[in-house]
């Protein structure tokens, strides 16, 4: 799989993947998208990179283990739902802030933080499994 | 065609969101899942400082047995209540609804959680905190305490798979051979078992377009019934493989002796309950008229598995199996009570469900402790441990006096509603099966205590020969594992000698089982006719 | 008629799955398994109703999504199914890989550490 163009290619691409993953994030409120699919865009990003570049490379990079990614997520969407608690609404209600911003106005809300969440939830989870199964791959190639 | 925006007027379209003000007491019922959830998730996180880890688990599960305790006591007086997430309308958004049934076996879910966790606190806990041992707990509590509280159908397929998840890691932690076995067949099968749940679900949605329990309870006697009991076998056949009834049960005794005892009593006290919880929400509130023509059904499923329990339990040699085996008894008894039905099959049922929470947990913890102060999980090797500790002789007998209902231990009180119920139906069949299946329990639970406790040595050795094998109770067995089950069994006994609240709490839980009145208004729904 | 089509369909599904998970091979256990899953996906689908109309989504300036939308409902389900599934059947795969290397078993007949073939009898005496 280690091919020169591959190895050249890979960081460029997942550096594309991981953009293009916020991007998919925040652009789903009112559109397809979303954190769910975001964060799938993202572990393959990484798992891409891990193929061409090596696990160690990959935890290297990303510095933190995933699985503290994954659990941050869950601890940030569960406490985004904690917000409504001070507003008198129901758990997980969406609560909106628009911030003005030059001459439009940037929108903050309560399901852009679970999606963001969701996002890490998902990120952290699939690579975590993505790159314990290429570890694997690689103890047999050795 | 697209309508524009400006012919419509917002005030015009139908009301979806909620305009009223919510009480902050109201979120005494989502914290308990979410405290577990985000403590779990927090445990996670700072799994590297292993000396934090009990205490925060710990002070997490106190702080939700508080919560519980609050919203247990307050829906026992003001009735069931509800929130419904994200401000929607119901049947709209997930619902969250908690009758005296979720709340009281969502608490003892907790205390039985907190009692393994103290139990478990020495023990090997070195060894497991790094795989995110505790957070797997939490994971788990989060899904039995989500399927005990929720009132939506899909959300409790979804707790359903969080509890099987974190069950799945619990069960293979250590990575034993003997556990990966077990493992395989309890992951297979209970994945098939909530498969079929969404296959059911997939076809109650198709058949009346909603999956909020009050909103099913309102409209399913008005939908076509033939249909609908097709969806009420589905979720019988799923929740009874949950639950490990006859004749799906063989998961039970193939895997739960397989983890560590601790895991062992967390499984066996939790997570057939939920499966016998879902079969009461769903028979008796849900599909009544289904459930009376599945009634014969339920009859023979509860007979065998009352009989087929115990009589497993005696042909065991396997500690833990054995204890596996009477698990599957009292299951039998939750399903009798769901034959039953009326105002005293379902509080029998769901009192007995309580008790075998406790009694269950308790039995497998001090199963666990005999199993190491023995070395062994062969009851026939077992033998003289009276000597080594009269205290856990004491309190393996209490747990069979309660298992097998004999007064005036907790398992009396259920039974006792169940014959009465049995009884009054003329249903001979059932009531011999009840009064059967303790006599067997006993006989079961008696052999095992002579075998471990009374004689003095192995199986085939002269009855005077001391047992060799058995290591010194202080060196075997931690301070805290002993105080934990002593707790648990002491608990047990007080709840049997003073059964008024819980009669009272059954009653109650029973009656909004049984009308569902109360529970559709708490959700804010109309209240069905019926 | 695509009702129909549909149905035909994930009877086939339920069909395949349930020969595959009658078989003693691991394997073919989880391919029934995974087969199952889409299977009730699909169930879930045709039961939603099914529409060639809009999908459900509200554009700029609009207050409500355009007339005869689909159902979004059903799709939420199948995507939490789906995602559930996924992750259910991932951890099967690896555990039935585990256990085909450490029981050296792929038949379920011959994996018997915890539920030994030749179990001793129970203790006779009492």
Request: aromatic share 10%.
């Amino acid at each position: 799989m280690r091919t020169v163009i591959f190895r050249t290619i890979a960081p460029s691409l997942a550096a594309i993947m991981l953009v293009f993953s916020v991007f998919v994030l925040l652009r789903g409120h009112n559109e397809p998208g979303g954190g769910f699919i975001g964060g799938l865009i993202a572990a393959s990003a990484i798992a891409i990179y891990g193929i061409a570049a090596g696990v160690t490379e990959v935890r290297s990079a990303i510095r933190v283990p995933p699985l503290n990614i994954a659990g941050f997520g869950v601890v940030i969407a569960g406490f985004s739902g904690l917000l409504s608690l001070g507003e008198h609404v129901p758990y997980l209600s969406g609560l909106w802030a628009f911030i003005p911003f030059g001459n439009s106005e940037v929108a903050i809300s309560t399901p852009m933080v679970f999606d963001i969440g969701v996002y890490l939830v998902v990120l952290g989870t699939v690579s975590a499994v993505a790159l314990a199964l290429e570890e694997t791959e690689e103890d047999h190639h050795d | 065609m697209a309508t524009s925006a400006h012919t419509i007027d917002p005030g015009d379209l139908p009301r979806a969101m909620l305009e009223v003000a919510t009480s902050l007491n109201d979120y005494v019922i989502v914290l308990p899942i979410v405290i577990c959830l985000m403590g779990g998730a927090f445990l996670l996180l700072v799994r590297g400082w292993r000396g934090l880890q009990l205490g925060l688990t710990l002070t997490f599960l106190v702080a939700i047995a508080a919560l519980e305790v609050q919203l247990f006591v307050r829906v026992l007086y003001d009735g069931p209540v509800a929130m419904t997430m994200g401000n929607w309308l119901p049947p709209f958004g997930i619902t969250f609804a908690v009758d005296v049934l979720g709340a009281g076996f969502a608490l003892a879910a907790t205390i039985a959680t907190i009692v393994v966790v103290v139990y478990y606190s020495t023990d090997t806990m070195l060894r497991e905190v790094r795989y995110g041992f505790y957070s797997l707990i939490m994971l788990l509590l989060a899904g039995v305490t989500g399927a005990f509280l929720t009132g939506d159908l899909f959300n409790l397929y979804v707790w359903f798979e969080v509890m099987l998840i974190a069950s799945f890691g619990l069960m293979i932690i250590g990575g034993r051979k003997i556990q990966l076995d077990g493992a395989v067949k309890y992951g297979f099968l209970n994945f098939l078992a909530t498969t079929f749940f969404l296959i059911g679900l997939g076809y109650l949605y198709g058949l009346i377009g909603t999956l909020n329990m009050a909103d099913i309870a309102r409209v399913a006697g008005q939908t076509d019934s033939a249909a609908m009991i097709a969806v009420a076998g589905l979720f019988l056949l799923a929740f009874g493989m949950k639950a490990a009834a006859f004749p799906v049960n063989a998961w039970l005794p193939a895997s739960y002796h397989t983890p560590d005892s601790a895991i062992s009593a967390l499984f066996g006290g939790l997570l057939t309950k939920v499966g016998a919880y879902a079969l009461l929400r769903t028979m008796i509130l849900l599909m009544p008229a289904a459930r009376d023509v599945l009634d014969p059904v339920i009859t023979v499923v509860a007979v065998f598995t009352l009989l087929l329990g115990p009589m497993g339990a005696m042909a065991q040699t396997n500690l833990r199996r054995a204890i596996g085996f009477l698990v599957i008894g009292g299951i039998g008894s939750v399903m009798a009570g769901i034959a039953i039905s009326g105002p005293y099959g379902v509080p029998g049922g769901g009192l007995y469900a309580l008790h075998s929470m406790l009694t269950m947990t308790a039995f497998y913890l001090v199963a666990g402790l005999v199993e190491q102060i023995s070395g062994t999980d062969d009851i026939r090797k077992m033998g003289g441990i009276y000597r080594a500790s009269s205290v856990l002789s004491i309190l393996f007998l209490v747990l069979v006096f309660a298992a097998a209902g004999l007064p005036p231990f907790l398992g009396f009180w259920p039974k006792l509603l169940l014959l009465q119920g049995a009884l009054s139906t003329d249903d001979w069949l059932l009531a011999a099966a009840i009064l059967v299946n303790s006599l067997f329990t006993s006989i079961a639970g008696a052999r095992i205590w002579a075998h471990v406790f009374w004689r003095n040595g192995r199986e085939g050795e002269p009855a005077t020969a001391s047992n060799p094998d058995l290591k010194p109770v202080s060196e075997a067995i931690s301070r805290p594992a002993i105080l934990a089950s002593v707790v648990l069994v002491a608990l047990i006994l007080y709840m049997g000698l003073r059964p008024n609240i819980l009669f009272e709490s059954a009653r109650i839980a029973a009656s909004d089982l049984l009308d569902p009145a109360r529970y559709t208004q708490a959700v804010n729904l109309e209240v069905p006719e019926r | 008629m695509i009702e129909q089509v549909l149905a035909a369909l994930v009877g086939i599904f339920f069909t395949a799955a349930i020969y595959l998970i009658l078989s003693k091979a691991i394997i073919r256990m989880l391919l029934g398994i995974a087969i199952l899953g889409n299977g009730v996906n699909l169930l879930i689908f045709t039961l939603g109703r099914v529409s060639r109309e809009v999908p459900p989504i509200v554009s700029d300036g609009e207050l409500i999504p355009a007339e005869g939308f689909a159902n979004p409902l059903p799709q939420a389900l199948i995507l939490t199914a789906i995602v559930i599934g996924f992750a259910m059947f991932t951890f099967l795969l690896v555990l039935g890989y585990r256990a085909y290397q450490e029981l050296n078993a792929d038949n379920t007949d011959t994996m018997r550490v915890a539920e030994p073939k030749d179990a001793p009898r129970p203790p006779l005496s009492y």
